[in-house]
């Protein structure tokens, strides 16, 4: 069981779920995300009269095997053989090394899996690896080392903006994010840009006040 | 042997110091047991059982077995079990990526002959309910205890009330979920990576399992991502995990998903009272009669009750009511939290029914002396002068739609610690210094104050300590549950360190030709006492020793820890009268813990209970279906958890207790009050007498409603 494929709709959208359009666009077939919720597809109009339903929208020709995916990633090209439905979370993740961005929920409510994506951040367990192809993607491991941090790190490890450290990259990457965009945030922007991320050890105000500071220190003042 | 030196004796320890696992982790190279990945790494994944109970008929793993990609299937139910929860373990598979295992999975044909379930407390308490225990009711025999004469109590009373205090189940949602990546070095030799807060009930766990020595099993744990009392032992998952590496030969990780997490390895139970409660003219709390359930789905409940007060005259009626659900887990103070919001609701009503300052009440029955300063103080602070006289009455209230108001409650602990431990520190002859023991840190900066406290003993600099922990191939530490850690960590490093240091003078002393008691070892360098100008950096004066340098053991000593720790927190909240929401200002939190090492910390983990309390005060709340039997909101957006945009001011004070001798670990009791005091501000500011955490915007409504009505 795993209610994994069912997610937020659009309410414009026909009723396909957005992990499943995704996995449409990319030619793979629904039939997982079926065989997941544990349901057939949801018809588009009512049941009755009987009459022979259309194919769900995301039903296809199902594309096996592997392709090839080239990435740019923390400023250098790297490659990798995946299946089309696989994240760009799971290919960093599994296939890259890259295991600073994490997955904790999967389905784009949690931000732990947070990158940046030409200057934008974005989930990277709601992009497909394939559609990552041709985006300058940053993780948080290309901020920084432990040796030579980032000044937002810096802050971070410096205020204790961290416990269990599951979610701080993902923090660090919206904060990050967040200053390139904002170099002198208020709190409530700093709370704002922070909302897309969850963290349960209860870091968030340690974060604010890391964040004001660096900002500060990235100002100059 | 010395105790530990008093704040204005130290030069490290007792000072804001910033955790030495941070840069690690602010870089993403920290790797979890979620991130190990050894060569040729399968990935797990476990078959649930979807009903909420169900027989199982048969299993056919064929289709499974033969997609490729699949290195191992393994089903441990057999046909004719039963199932008691939906989400119950019935086997798993290990595959070459994580999408083929949930495939696998998924290609696993069960068949079932669903059964009746009850997924609600209430429903599974009829008698008519259906059975979740085999041959047991689903109600469990009444713990019943009393003392003094409630009923002459009841009678002389100048103020009774009479209510129903509830809250829900919560689910722990641990970041990092449980699980472990395995690996067999060779047929008898297992190197497990856990996120787990016991490496070493881990370890124990699989040396059953594989009727193997300990010795055979190694388990790491340098960082985890939380667990908060969910996470002991190698569990299902584990033993699942290993098993999978052994029948596919090749390593394996199996780390549940968000669902697993919620719904089979831990929540906790929820409580409901049913109280009476009698006060004296005085405000002395003469009388509780209480009649209390709660459940943990499949496994029992309780807390503990009437709490911290001290009461004239008690009945307490207690069960557990048993559901088709995953079983609680321990979560942080467990029980506390509850027992708090449902005693210090009732105290809250009992003062306002006898007119007295619910303060003022609390103080008087609060058998504490360290939590009545704490109360003193944190009135002082959060200006409890300014609360509304009458609930949603007065100048802080004021006559708009936006209504403030102030409330408070109390949280008790033991922590302390126990015996085992064993911590070594190595003092190499080129100056390095290393701290080891097997403990592991769950988030709450155990290896920092473990190197704090050698750094202390040697006058060195935290940096200049190197840390190993978290591994069962060091010397034992225990498990993190309790808030026991501290308590039994802390004293062993500091008689290692100690005894590091006695064979380092001795030796540096010889070569100088000076007395042992001449030497100091301050700042970086070893001193010789009154002899102005002779010092050597500390890195010279260790090649005084030899190749192997000198190693100091350390056992834990009882008389560097204490038991019992105290704290108080008040809340300002502001509700909106117009949509019931419920905004949290400002909490004030003092929480003693004891000889306190490390004060950034420390005060982190305040902020932490405080929030997680937030989460069962107004959103936390597992929702179960009583048509599927399954959870609804096992995900982060409907499970909703206290976010940024919820974050209130916070007042985190690490309370200086003047007569405390030992450490305590204090993990735990920031977590308890935070409800209760929610809850009671929002009484002071709008006269809404909420009786059910969640305080969610309807039921705020609906309190709003009755509180006009009167
Ligand atoms: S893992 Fe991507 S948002 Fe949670
Ligand atoms: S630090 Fe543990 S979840 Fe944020």
Same mark, same amino acid.
């Given at each position: ?20 359009? $995704? ?10 995300? =079926? ?5 057939? *597809? =949801? ?36 490659? *990798? ?7 760009? $979370? ?5 296939? $890259? ?30 992009? $497909? *690896? ?9 993780? =948080? ?81 | ?160 009330? %009479?209510?129903?205090? !509830? ?27 856990? !996120? ?28 985890? &991502?939380?667990?908060? &009392? ?11 995990? #290993? ?15 968000? %669902? ?12 409901? @009272? ?85 303060? %003022? ?6 058998? !504490? ?66 701290? %080891? ?13 473990? #190197? ?59 070569? /100088? ?14 001193? @010789? ?24 053991? &350390? ?28 905004? @949290? ?22 902020? &932490? ?35 940024? /945009? ?5 007042? !985190? ?9 030992? @450490? ?11 409800? #209760? ?34």
């Amino acid at each position: 069981m795993s209610m994994d494929d069912r997610d937020q709709h659009d309410p414009n959208e026909p009723d396909v779920s957005r992990r499943q359009f $995704l996995r449409g666009l990319s030619g793979s077939l629904a039939a997982s995300a =079926v065989l997941a919720t544990g349901v057939e *597809a =949801v018809p588009l109009s009512p049941p009755s009269p009987p009459e022979p339903l259309e194919p769900p929208l995301a039903v296809g020709p199902r594309i096996k095997g592997q392709v090839k995916v080239r990435l740019n990633v923390n400023g250098q090209v790297k490659t *990798a053989t995946v299946e089309p439905r696989t994240t760009l $979370l799971n290919t960093l993740r599994d296939d $890259l090394g890259l295991t600073g961005a994490k997955r904790i929920c999967d389905r784009g409510s949690c931000g732990g899996c947070t990158v940046i994506a030409d200057g934008e951040t974005i989930y990277s367990c709601m992009m $497909l *690896a394939v559609d990552a192809q041709g985006k300058k993607i940053t993780t =948080v491991e290309g901020l920084g080392t432990p040796e030579a941090m980032s000044p937002l790190q810096a802050a971070f490890v410096d205020h204790d903006a961290l416990m269990c450290g599951f979610c701080t990259p993902g923090f660090v990457m919206s904060c990050t994010s967040l200053l390139k965009h904002n170099p002198d945030p208020t709190e409530t922007e700093v709370k704002e840009a922070c909302a897309g991320n969850i963290c349960r050890c209860g870091t968030y105000p340690r974060i604010f006040e890391a964040v004001l500071a660096a900002a500060k220190r990235m100002r100059g003042e | 042997m010395a105790g530990w030196k008093s704040p204005s004796e130290n030069t490290v320890l007792g000072k804001p110091t910033p955790r030495l696992d941070g840069p690690a982790k602010v870089t993403g190279r920290a790797k979890y047991a979620y991130d190990v990945q050894p060569a040729g790494l399968l990935q797990g994944k476990i078959l649930r059982c979807p009903h909420g109970s169900a027989q199982i008929i048969s299993i056919d793993t064929s289709a499974a077995e033969r997609m490729p990609g699949v290195g191992a299937v393994i089903i441990t139910a057999k046909p004719g079990d039963i199932m008691r929860f939906a989400g119950q373990e019935l086997g798993g598979v290990a595959a070459k990526s994580f999408d083929i295992a949930q495939d696998a999975v998924r290609a696993i044909k069960v068949s079932y002959k669903v059964l009746p379930h009850v997924v609600h407390e209430e429903a599974a308490m009829k008698p008519d309910a259906p059975n979740v225990r085999g041959a047991d009711p689903n109600t469990s025999t009444p713990n019943t205890r009393s003392t003094g004469d409630t009923d002459a109590a009841f009678q002389s009373a100048a103020a009774v009330i %009479e209510g129903t205090y !509830s809250c829900a189940v919560r689910t722990h949602n641990s970041l990092e979920t449980h699980g472990t990546t395995c690996k067999w070095e060779d047929d008898t030799h297992l190197t497990c990576w856990a !996120s787990t807060q016991g490496v070493f009930s881990v370890r124990d766990d699989f040396a059953r399992e594989y009727k193997l020595p300990p010795a055979n099993i190694h388990v790491i744990t340098e960082v985890m &991502g939380g667990g908060f &009392g969910s996470k002991f032992g190698a569990g299902y998952e584990g033993i699942l995990c #290993a098993n999978l590496a052994k029948k596919a030969n090749a390593p394996v990780k199996l780390m549940l998903n968000r %669902e697993e997490e919620q719904i089979a390895v831990g929540n906790a139970p929820s409580a409901t @009272v049913e109280v009476r409660m009698a006060a004296d003219g005085d405000g002395n709390i003469t009388a509780v009669d209480a009649k209390l359930h709660g459940t943990g789905g499949i496994s029992g409940a309780g807390v503990p009750f009437p709490y911290i007060y001290k009461v004239g005259s008690t009945k307490i009626s207690q069960i557990s009511v048993f559901m088709n659900s995953g079983g609680q887990r321990a979560w942080r103070a467990p029980g506390h939290p509850q027992a708090s919001f449902l005693m210090e609701s009732a105290v809250e009503d009992l003062a306002i029914k006898l007119g007295m300052d619910p303060l %003022e009440l609390r103080m008087k029955n609060d058998p !504490s002396k360290l939590r009545i300063s704490q109360w003193r103080e944190g009135a002082r602070i959060v200006g409890w002068d300014r609360r509304n006289a009458k609930p949603g009455n007065g100048k802080l209230a004021g006559n708009g739609r936006y209504k403030r108001g102030l409330g408070c409650g109390a949280a008790t602990w033991g922590g302390g610690g126990g015996g085992g431990s064993q911590c070594k520190v190595i003092i190499s002859n080129d100056g390095s210094v290393d701290v %080891e023991i097997g403990v592991q840190d769950i988030g709450t900066g155990t290896r920092t104050y473990c #190197a704090m406290i050698v750094a202390e003993e040697l006058g060195l600099a935290v940096s200049a300590i190197k840390t190993n922990l978290g591994k069962t191939s060091l010397g034992y530490g225990v498990g993190s549950g309790g808030s026991v850690t501290t308590g039994s960590t802390a004293p062993a490093v500091k008689r290692a360190a100690e005894a590091a240091k006695e064979a380092l003078v001795s030796a540096v002393a010889a070569k /100088m030709g000076v007395d042992t008691d001449q030497i100091e070892l301050i700042d970086g360098k070893v001193i @010789v006492k009154g002899e102005s100008g002779k010092q050597v950096p500390f890195k010279k004066a260790c090649s005084a020793l030899g190749p192997g340098g000198v190693t100091g053991d &350390g056992k834990w000593d009882a008389s560097l820890q204490q038991n019992g720790v105290a704290g108080v927190q008040f809340a300002e909240v502001q509700v909106d009268t117009l949509t019931g929401l419920v905004k @949290v200002i400002k909490v004030v939190a003092l929480q003693d813990g004891g000889v306190i090492l490390n004060p950034l910390t420390f005060t982190s983990q305040v902020n &932490g209970g405080v929030i997680q309390g937030i989460g069962m005060a107004l959103f936390e709340d597992r929702k179960m279906c009583q048509l599927t039997g399954r959870m609804l909101n096992a995900n982060m957006e409907d499970y909703k958890m206290p976010g940024s /945009m919820e974050m209130p001011e916070f007042v !985190s004070i690490a309370f200086e207790n003047p007569t405390a001798k030992g @450490v305590s670990g204090i993990g735990e009791p920031p977590v308890i009050p935070t409800a #209760a005091a929610i809850r009671n501000a929002v009484l002071n500011a709008s006269g809404a007498a909420l009786y059910h955490a969640p305080m969610t915007p309807g039921r705020v409504l609906d309190a709003l409603a009755a509180g006009r009505k009167g």
